[in-house]
């Protein structure tokens, strides 16, 4: 059966996996704003640093994870193809395509760059964080918010972050199971697209019915024991740090 790391939780006893998820959830805004804001090439270097450490620190399986971004690399190849083409700007030179501005190739870079840094960081904090801290987390930041149902939202929020690694899983499985039977080998686009998304579409419906059914089944109620969190030192450290690369990159 084929694996995918991306959005999963992996069990470890590490600095990361021990952090505040409040704190944790604060780090992932700043990298992801610091991220969308970067237009320097020393901004995406410093973000990519501060990213790779974080995998580190959490000894999750960077080449996996690395792997695993080729279901984002079809998105990321249109973005930059589109903007090669129509950001309007000087040709590369000695370049063949002349329709081709070097403008409109660097801003797809740019996005690609982004985009590739977003996904390391939510997979970081997936990675690092179980579905349950998640879900108390953003229970814990809406409950200020009056006539906001918190507990409703935050079950939504974990129950769309439990979907989106099966419908990953299921999507590796299947095309797995095509290619072993050549399906590949289909000239009609159309048809092969049609042999993966329906049938995923189809499995990933089963399973919200079968997570639906279980939380029926179990009682499920939105009035529970609020969950209690700890900080220490090390929690704040790793904060100050992502303020400072935010801060580095807007200013």
């Not at 069990?11 to 996996?17: A, E, P, R, S, Y």
């Not at 999750?60 to 903007?83: C, E, N, Q, R, T």
């Not at 809406?142 to 906001?148: H, S, T």
């Not at 019915?209 to 900080?231: G, H, L, N, P, Q």
Request: proline share 4%.
């Amino acid at each position: 059966m084929a694996e995918i790391t991306f959005f999963h939780y992996i069990h470890k006893d590490t600095v990361l996996h021990r952090m505040d998820g409040r704190l944790k959830l604060i780090c992932l805004l700043l990298l992801s704003l610091s991220a969308s804001f970067a237009s320097k090439l020393e901004h995406y270097l410093v973000l990519l640093f501060v990213v790779i450490f974080a995998l580190l620190i959490a000894k999750l399986p960077i080449k996996a994870l690395l792997k695993d971004i080729k279901f984002f690399g079809i998105i990321i190849l249109i973005v930059i193809v589109v903007d090669a083409f129509n950001i309007p700007g000087d040709p590369i030179p000695y370049f063949p395509v002349t329709s081709i501005s070097t403008k409109g190739l660097i801003t797809g870079l740019r996005f690609a760059g982004r985009l590739t840094i977003i996904i390391l960081v939510c997979a970081v904090i997936t990675g690092t964080t179980s579905l349950m801290t998640l879900r108390n987390v953003v229970e814990w930041f809406l409950r200020p918010i009056p006539f906001v149902p918190e507990v409703r939202i935050a079950t939504m929020i974990s129950l769309t972050f439990t979907l989106i690694p099966v419908i990953f899983d299921n999507l590796a499985e299947m095309m797995y199971a095509q290619k072993a039977r050549c399906v590949e080998l289909r000239k009609n686009p159309i048809e092969r697209i049609n042999f993966i998304v329906f049938p995923l579409l189809s499995q990933t419906l089963r399973k919200a019915d079968e997570i639906v059914y279980a939380m029926e089944a179990r009682c499920y109620s939105e009035v529970r024991t609020r969950a209690v969190f700890k900080t220490n030192k090390i929690d704040w450290l790793l904060l100050a740090i992502c303020i400072s690369v935010f801060l580095f990159v807007i200013l």
